[in-house]
């Protein structure tokens, strides 16, 4: 029965968990828009959401960081599996920074609603269950 | 939670954006001074960003890695009656270019601004996942 309802709510949940890590990864990308020789990074949504809810048991084994600064193994700095991409150079800057501000804005408040729409989703699954269960 | 990481992010960027900030209002209040502590005409002072990473996450935050002095030559003006002239009349003043650090003073605002607003909506969708189920 436990496992039926963690069913149920998993796709929603492992999607709100994708847009949270890349809503962070878009601020990054916006709080770095002057660093330079910083390259903007995100995810492909579609291939991180079909890998993390591939069944299991390919994932690599993740190192014991002691220190902020240390680099992560290859493999696990995937959110969901996927790997972290650069975005491409709309327009170049002589500090070599890659951040399009209009690009970031967009895609994170993109990114934002996404995020609510999976809310309203998961909130509508569990006022059915709730509904099912009290008759 | 991956969403708290956003206010470590757009908190350490708001923070260097004000060091920015900090960094012109100190080069435009002393646009004009032929003498300092040291003797020497003031030198402009820009920040250099740097991105750090944020523990246990693929982000990376902001932090000043240090505070430069402009190297360009002080402008020299001709004022033979100012105490600090040299022997040829000329004052040394400060290397400060205005239009840039008024162009400085823009770009560090909006950005600020920029990364509020990150934290505003961060702040909302937290806000919203905890009504989960009600």
């Not at chain 1, 995810?43 to 299991?56: G, H, R, V």
């Not at chain 1, 991409?85 to 408040?109: H, I």
């Not at chain 1, 269950?129 to 008759?135: N, S």
């Amino acid at each position: 029965m436990i496992g039926k309802l963690d069913d149920y709510l998993r796709f929603q949940e492992t999607a709100l968990s994708l847009r949270a890590q890349r809503q962070q990864l878009l601020a990054s990308n916006i709080a770095n828009a002057d660093t330079p020789d910083y390259k903007a990074r995100d995810i492909d949504f579609s291939s991180a959401l079909q890998s993390a809810l591939a069944p299991a048991g390919q994932a690599p084994s993740e190192l014991a960081k002691t220190s902020a600064a240390h680099l992560d193994a290859p493999g696990t700095a995937r959110p969901g599996g996927a790997p972290l991409l650069y975005r491409s150079v709309q327009q170049g800057s002589v500090d070599g920074n890659t951040v399009d501000m209009d690009t970031e804005r967009n895609q994170f408040a993109d990114n934002a609603i996404r995020y609510e729409a999976s809310l309203t989703m998961i909130s509508g699954q569990i006022k059915s269950l709730l509904a099912a269960i009290q008759g | 939670m991956s969403l708290f990481d956003v206010f470590n992010v757009a908190g350490s960027a708001m923070s260097a954006q004000a060091q920015r900030l900090n960094t012109v209002a100190s080069n435009l209040a002393n646009a004009d001074s032929t003498t300092s502590s040291t003797g020497q005409p003031y030198r402009a002072k820009q920040v250099v960003f740097s991105a750090v990473p944020v523990a246990g996450s693929q982000a990376s935050g902001v932090k000043v890695l240090e505070v430069v002095e402009d190297a360009s030559p002080p402008r020299m003006v001709y004022d033979p009656k100012n105490p600090v002239a040299d022997e040829k009349g000329y004052v040394a003043m400060p290397n400060v270019n205005v239009v840039e650090e008024m162009v400085n003073m823009i770009s560090a605002s909006r950005s600020y601004q920029t990364n509020v607003e990150t934290m505003n909506a961060a702040k909302t969708m937290l806000l919203k996942t905890l009504t989960i189920g009600q």
